[in-house]
């Protein structure tokens, strides 16, 4: 199941994207899934007519995962830490597909990185790694973008990583999805950057989640960037670029400085 948040006229709603691509409807659902469930209203919108939002913004929190990919952690120079490394990005780091993604004035090497992101679905701690999908409303696709020069002048990753609009994820939650070896690929402009696979991760889904759930009381809509394949680069404005993540769908957004 694809959950989407989109807007028609003003108020955001969410809405189940049914259909093949290029004739997708969203069959729009009552008030928010992750609390009353999904009941469908009966009203429907061609996805054409409607401008799709993050599918959700996180009420407490975005969880970051760096290097988590051996390529990526050897063309970065950086060594495999010995536990997931991890860092926090406020909600107001989130926007939606389609949406500008602003480059912070304080940086002039901002890149992309194509990662697979958990949504969770109850509020959870200490979660074993055997009960780990008892928590997980679904996936989605997101961009971790980075200020590069920040990251190495600073001493802490809060500025380099959690400025305004670095985190756009979408285009919605897919609730039916096997995380264990997808495809993730990300396209500047067009051409293909990242080509990765998430069974390439040093440590996967389930192990993030529990690891995470050790450090943090998670909530509903709280999500987890599960890291980035090799291949990351600097983006300029007037630049798109696209993540596109097997059994999920892709996600595009062009800098503005």
Known sequence: ????????????AFGIVEGDEGSEEIAVISGDPFFTGVQPTGTRHKLEDV?????????????GI????????????????????????????????????PLPEFSDEVSYEAELCVVIGRICKDVPVDRVDEVIFGYTCGNDLTARDAQRTDN????????????????????????EDLAVRGRLDGELKQDGRTS????????????????????PGDIIMTGTPAGVGTIEAGQRYEVEIEGIGRLSNTARR
Request: glycine fraction near 6%.
């Open 1 to 12: 199941m694809r959950i989407a948040r989109f807007v028609v006229d003003s108020d955001p």
């Open 156 to 179: 802490q990753w809060a500025r380099a990583k959690g400025f305004d609009g670095s985190a756009p994820i979408g285009p919605w939650i897919e609730t039916e999805l096997d995380p």
């Open 66 to 101: 760096g290097r988590n990919y051996a390529e990526h952690i050897r063309e970065m120079g950086n060594e495999t830490p010995p536990a997931p490394l991890m860092f926090l990005k406020p909600n107001t780091s989130v926007i939606g597909p389609n949406e500008p993604m």
């Open 51 to 63: 401008r799709l939002l993050a599918p959700i913004i996180p009420r407490s929190k975005v969880v």
């Open 200 to 219: 390439q991760m040093i440590w996967g889904v389930r192990e993030l989640v529990s690891y995470v759930s050790q450090a943090f009381t998670l909530l």
